[in-house]
């Protein structure tokens, strides 16, 4: 057996080098975690595992591109070399489409204007990206007594929120590529949940809320600290949990 293979919880974070992802694997390791830190860049998911190692965590860094079906295979297979099964996932990587830019200013997200191609490009990350990872590691969590999945999603995602002229999303830019993303985000939390349910995995979505991070130019009025904590509360529920539900820090957020 794997020397590697122990009774400390696995968990691997998506988008883990920088922001809520980031946060998230670094207080998972403060709970007694190994923490697996998927990054896209190698140099960089070292970096962010050794600052969590340096902090008393175990981490380490998996090289892990949602948008390449192929490396999340790759990160199965070293996962099962290493540790035989995974405990929790959260899929946490996403683009915004608009870049770097606050909320307030992504006019290339009108949707009479917005391009294709900025769609499909946000939907390859933030939805199929989820598929592609879940579906990959799904035989490693079927061996954990104890599986979670949790979707980092967003207040944006809310259909009921975003459709009140005068509920707290109201005045925001129309968003025909973000929002949508991550409203079908919440689509595909329920179906996996539901699908999964039997055995056990329980899946849930998450808002963080508007934490300052790259993707909003760090107009945010919450750090990402504070974001994550809503992230852990989900991946580490009790067997009576729920499951196929929509929570930000303050409860249930309304489809």
């Known amino acids: 057996m794997n020397e590697d293979r122990t009774d400390r919880k696995i968990a691997l974070v998506t988008g883990a080098n920088k922001g809520i992802g980031r946060a998230t694997a670094e207080q998972l390791a403060a709970l007694g975690m190994t923490v697996l830190i998927g990054a896209r860049d190698p140099r960089r998911g070292e970096e962010a595992a050794t600052t969590v190692r340096a902090a008393g965590g175990d981490a380490h860094p998996v090289t892990l591109d949602v948008t390449d079906a192929g490396t999340a295979r790759a990160a199965a297979r070293w996962i099962e070399g290493r540790f035989g099964r995974l405990d929790v996932l959260v899929n946490n990587a996403g683009i915004t489409g608009s870049g770097q830019v606050s909320p307030a200013d992504a006019h290339d997200q009108v949707p009479s204007s917005v391009d294709l191609d900025m769609v499909r490009s946000v939907f390859e990350t933030n939805v199929f990206g989820v598929i592609a990872v879940t579906n990959a590691l799904l035989p490693l969590l079927r061996r954990s007594p104890a599986p979670r999945i949790v ?58 809320g508007f934490c300052a991070t790259d993707s909003n130019n760090h107009t945010g009025f919450l750090t990402p600290a504070q974001g994550a904590a809503v992230v852990v509360r989900l991946a580490t529920l009790g067997a009576d949990g729920p499951t196929a539900k929509f929570f930000g820090a303050d409860g249930p957020v309304p489809w």
């Open 151 to 208: 979707n980092v999603s967003s207040h944006a995602a809310s259909l009921t929120l975003s459709s009140d002229p005068d509920g707290p999303l109201a005045g925001l830019l129309p968003s025909a590529a973000y929002s949508p993303a991550k409203t079908a985000l919440s689509a595909l939390t329920v179906q996996y949940a539901n699908e999964l349910r039997k055995d056990g995995i329980l899946v849930n979505a998450v808002a963080p």
